[in-house]
């Protein structure tokens, strides 16, 4: 029942060439930088990750995107990364972009056991009815767009179908965990967190504190430990400040 593994190496070193990883973490709160860093040194390539976005430039998921790692990412918001736009406008990079609340709850969905689900998020656009680009042929033409999705009237109302998420990893972050897996976040960190956690075939989580079994009071636990699989201790991790203000 013990889960913890000595290094973050140790923690990735089954993730290969063209795995799909679900990466909790919004902007630069709450990502599992340390797990991150561990894949970038093994070498991986072709990855495929679903995060709300995709670090910034050369930090977080940055890292992998920057050496070119990344053959598609799944996410809601880009901005805050120069090198995420050159790729995907060059056609190295297949994005498909996500409202964020649906993003949220595909995870969700897929970590539930539930295989799709009807949103209002998206209908009449082309979120609906296809087209969105996905990949660019790198001369300004579309190479690969979005499919239409299936749209159904309920009660007057129409939705639109969205399929659930499942990934073959998921990496995450947490303050406290415990041997058996159980997560704590701390704050915001939560955001994707335990929806990334649930996802995932295989979880690992690097945890800043390291407790024994029966240290976590069990109404506090965000993540219970039969949704992770490996956990690794990471204390003093760098945590970034995505834009600092100060007062004139």
């Known amino acids: 029942m013990d889960k913890v593994v000595a290094t973050s190496s140790q923690a990735v070193a089954d993730v290969n060439d063209g795995a799909s990883l679900a990466v909790g973490g919004f902007g630069l709160c709450g990502v599992p930088s340390s797990l991150i860093a561990a894949l970038f040194d ?15 430039d050369e930090w977080g998921l940055g890292v992998l995107l920057f050496a070119k790692r990344i053959a598609r990412t799944t996410g809601s918001y880009v901005g805050e990364n120069k090198e995420f736009e050159r790729q995907f ?13 649906t993003l949220a709850e595909r995870l969700r969905a897929g970590g539930a056991g539930i295989p799709a689900f009807y949103t209002p998020a998206g209908v009449g656009t082309d979120v609906e009815t296809g087209g969105l680009p996905w990949r660019y042929d790198g001369a300004g033409g579309i190479a690969v767009a979005s499919p239409p999705k299936e749209a159904r009237e309920f009660d007057g109302t129409v939705y639109v179908l969205e399929r659930a998420i499942r990934t073959d990893f998921a990496l995450v972050h947490a303050r406290y965990g415990d041997r058996l897996g159980n997560l704590v976040y701390e704050l915001s960190a939560q955001n994707f967190n335990p929806l990334c956690a649930a996802a995932g075939r295989v979880t690992i989580a690097e945890v800043e504190e390291l407790v024994e079994p029966g240290e976590l009071n069990p109404m506090h636990v965000h993540t219970p430990g039969i949704f992770v699989q490996r956990v690794v201790h990471t204390p003093n991790v760098e945590k970034r ?5 100060v007062r004139p």
């Open 42 to 56: 093994r070498g991986v390539t072709r990855l495929e990750t679903v995060s709300n976005n995709c670090g910034v």
């Open 89 to 101: 406008l060059a056609g190295e990079l297949e994005v498909e972009l996500v409202p964020q609340g």
């Open 241 to 245: 400040i995505e834009r600092r203000t």
